[in-house]
């Protein structure tokens, strides 16, 4: 194996390592990399790629700290948590259980999974057809606690909650998502562990991160000449490629994973080597060069953007959220 595929593997297996968690793994491949190109003369770019890497072991570092400083002070309080579902009960008018869906995504959003599943389940039934409350509570659950989000999945199953085609969906969409995050349930074998396909960074120059000041909902977009797609037009959206129009990364198609979805609403966050767009999505709010990836189809669209807003406290503290509306 030459240099550049041997650096190719470890990088694919610290990100692997970084989305299951993994974050100890996932910077001794990082700086085993470093070492392995430092030992080399006669890499293309090495003061870059080095850099680019420093970067990405920075980002796991900060990572590592969000986590160890994931005190008290930094949750929602119960009272915090208790007026946002109060205030999506009085706003929304689509009917108790969409309000009820709606506060437990905004919890979500905070990083508040453990309240958010809560609340989800409470509207898990037999009698709501709708599988958006469910693909929405795995969600959480693969953020919050992965091997949950499993036994979860296997518990639709056995309590036949929903009928064998509607199940089947569920199913297929919950084996999209998890794979994408490279994770498997426990005791499965590791032979067909998806790949990440990841650019080591030898060829080009590294991203530069430019963090802004904390941001205010963007403007409306004028809609009038847009073409919504309707929530029941609209198929399971696991990401989303997205072409930035300006910016650092003008002109290069960005993949984000869908943290939630609500019908034609689509919502992603942006976190680490994600921030240098952030000023992207304040300033323009209509990206005509969209892909909508689902777990069935990919299609081509145009992502309105809605809303961006930092999160200013829970363990996402810092992140921000960006809500998309589908058009065609």
């Given amino acids: 194996m030459g240099l550049k595929d041997k650096i190719k593997v470890l990088i694919k297996e610290a990100e692997l390592y970084k989305t299951q968690g993994l974050l100890t793994e996932s910077k001794v491949r990082y700086e085993s990399v470093i070492s392995l190109i430092e030992s080399r003369g006669n890499v293309k770019n090495k003061d870059s790629l080095i850099d680019n890497l420093n970067k ?43 309000a009820a869906m709606e506060a437990a995504l905004s919890l979500a959003k905070f990083g508040q999974y453990d309240r958010a599943i809560v609340e989800l389940e409470k509207l898990i039934s037999p009698e709501n057809a709708d599988l958006q409350v469910a ?12 091997d949950k989000a499993f036994e979860r999945m296997e518990r639709f199953k056995a309590e036949e909650t929903y009928p064998p085609e509607r199940l089947e969906k569920l199913e297929l969409f ?8 490279g994770l498997k349930q426990a005791g499965d074998s590791n032979d067909d562990a998806p790949v990440l396909e990841i650019d080591a960074g030898i060829d080009e120059e590294p991203p530069v991160l430019e963090i802004d000041e904390p941001s205010t909902e963007s403007d409306q977009a004028d809609s009038s000449d847009v073409d919504y797609l309707e929530d029941e037009d609209v198929m399971d959206i696991s990401s989303v490629g997205i072409t930035m129009p300006e910016g650092p ?50 299609f081509p669209g145009t992502a309105m953007i809605v809303k961006v807003d930092e999160i200013e406290a829970g363990p996402k503290k810092g992140d921000y959220n960006v809500d998309i509306k589908i058009a065609r």
């Fill in 56 to 98: 990405k072991i920075a980002a796991v570092d900060k990572l590592v700290k969000k986590i160890d400083d994931a005190s008290e002070e930094q949750q929602l309080s119960q009272a915090q948590q208790d007026a946002i579902i109060k205030l999506f009960s009085m706003s929304q008018n689509d009917g108790a259980e969409s």
């Fill in 174 to 181: 919950f084996n999209d998502i998890a794979q994408k995050k």
């Fill in 249 to 298: 990364r003008n002109g290069k198609m960005v993949e984000f994973e869908v943290a939630f979805q609500s019908g034609n609403v689509i919502s992603i966050t942006l976190s680490d080597f994600d921030l240098d767009v952030v000023d992207t999505f304040k300033t323009v709010s209509k990206m005509p060069d969209t892909q909508f990836f689902s777990p069935i189809a990919m």
């Fill in 135 to 146: 693909k929405n509570l795995l969600r959480c659950h693969l953020g919050y606690d992965p």
